[in-house]
């Protein structure tokens, strides 16, 4: 993944490495200007779109560009298979002709049990299927009754579940629900 | 059982439909036994045995195989000499000298080891043992009337009696129709390929040309010319099928001229090393 310097403002666009999609150190990143350490309070500058948001957090040296590239990188590196392969199988003569007579029976067995699961469900879903075509050549209003399906929906997605500390950031005037958005947008 | 006794088509393939099927079970009820996997493993198996049949052909299809088929593709003998290849066998080749090693396909060998008729190993996967013929091209040759290249041949070695377990061709047996004409490329004519095809023969009969009903008759004498061989022909001509392949590459070195001269060959053609692309362009 290489990310272009293009998007910073130029009194912080300073050299970087590439990022590379193994997951592998991040080289030199952006150092921010300088910043107050305290722990109560970090000027966090978010300097892609330019606003400043006065947030409660642990101190953040590299700056948010750096946390932000480094998030990306372990979103991609649990995406990838690297260094998460099974290992080789290191054994001795004698002991791959065992392991290999072991692992043939087992796979039988899995085998077999896989294949008479399936076709035991394959049987259940043929049954629903065949009654259900019937109840639809036997009565429309019956069928449909029977087709219909609960409301899954329960809490609103939105809702927040309760922690034992606050969040960072504690009240968003900003926020608007997505159906809120979608009717402003239209309007607007 | 003999397929020519049945004489239905239906039933002759439901016959065999119910050897296939007969062969997997055989190979099923041995293929556990790790005694099996060591004999195999070590070597001493008979081929009328089918689990090792399938054995050695599923160590032939893992690698060797995909090799195979990549050289022949990729250095396009393929479609220079025969129009594609589904292999069969595993065709085995090595030249007579110090450091007899089975070579792989497409190595550049050296004039002074090509000068002596290679020695080859068929291994096949069927308990039968089948004759085959082995042919060896040059698509490469330079052809300068037409401003193009032509197809010499080399050599051919028909009716080689081969079976599972002797894979080894034996020439004493064998009928060789052209004697073996070593590879002569000349100078700054690049890497010429030399293919060596291995043929199946029709009912495990003698090499003869088929003629068949409703087509043009053959030319015999015209098929076997060396200096135009058209390998296509010819295969169709004797009604073979082409099970395998295998080939290797010359170019012009120091031992050619030694090799010329021993076998009389004649000098030989120097080609311009071109250097540019558009030489008279730069030269304007």
Redesign the interface.
């Given at each position: 993944m290489i990310v272009s310097n293009n998007f910073l403002p130029r009194f912080l666009r300073k050299q970087t490495q590439l990022l590379f999609e193994n997951g592998s150190i991040l080289r030199m990143a952006n150092v921010t200007g300088p910043s107050t350490f305290s722990p109560r309070s970090t000027v966090d500058m978010k300097s892609a779109n330019g606003s400043l948001t006065f947030t409660r957090g642990k101190r953040s040296r590299g700056g948010g560009e750096l946390q932000q590239k480094q998030k990306m990188v372990n979103m991609l590196s649990l995406i990838s298979p690297r260094r998460k392969q099974p290992q080789r199988i290191k054994m001795a003569y004698e002991d791959l002709l065992r392991h290999r007579t072991v692992h043939r029976a087992w796979q039988l067995v899995v085998r077999t049990k896989r294949v008479e699961r399936r076709l035991e469900l394959q049987k259940q879903y043929y049954k629903m299927k065949h009654a259900c075509d019937e109840l639809r050549k036997a009565s429309q209003f019956l069928y449909e009754s029977a087709m219909e399906r609960p409301s899954s929906i329960r809490f609103p997605m939105e809702y927040r579940i309760p922690t034992l500390s606050p969040p960072r950031r504690i009240w968003d005037a900003t926020w608007r629900s997505p159906v809120e958005e979608k009717q402003r947008r239209r309007t607007a | 059982m003999q397929d020519r006794d049945i004489p239905d088509q239906k039933s002759r393939a439901d016959a065999y439909l119910a050897s296939v099927e007969i062969e997997k079970l055989r190979i099923n009820a041995e293929i556990?036994n790790?005694e099996v996997?060591?004999q195999f493993?070590s070597g001493n198996f008979d081929m009328k045995f089918p689990v090792y049949r399938f054995l050695a052909q599923q160590r032939w299809e893992k690698n060797d195989r995909l090799l195979l088929m990549d050289r022949l593709e990729n250095m396009k003998v393929i479609p220079d000499t025969m129009p594609t290849l589904y292999p069969r066998v595993d065709t085995k080749l090595r030249f007579p000298g110090r450091s007899t090693h089975w070579i792989d396909p497409g190595r550049i060998m050296s004039t002074g080891v090509t000068a002596q008729a290679p020695e080859f190993s068929i291994q096949i996967f069927e308990d039968a043992a089948k004759l085959y013929t082995i042919v060896i091209v040059d698509p490469d040759t330079p052809d300068i009337e037409s401003d193009t290249y032509k197809t010499t041949l080399h050599y051919i070695l028909a009716d080689v009696r081969i079976s599972g377990n002797e894979p080894l061709v034996d020439k004493a047996t064998a009928r060789e129709l052209i004697p073996y004409l070593p590879p002569h490329p000349e100078k700054n004519s690049g890497y010429h390929r030399y293919a060596v095809w291995v043929f199946e023969q029709p009912d495990g009969e003698r090499l003869a040309v088929q003629q068949r009903k409703g087509k043009d008759p053959v030319n015999v004498e015209s098929l076997l010319e060396r200096d135009r061989f058209d390998i296509r022909l010819f295969r169709s001509a004797h009604g073979l099928k082409a099970v395998g392949a295998h080939f290797w590459r010359n170019g012009y070195d120091s031992m050619t001229e030694g090799v010329r001269e021993k076998f009389g060959l004649g000098p030989g053609n120097v080609y311009t090393h071109k250097r540019f692309q558009h030489y008279e362009d730069y030269r304007e």
């Open positions: - | 556990s790790p996997i060591h493993n």
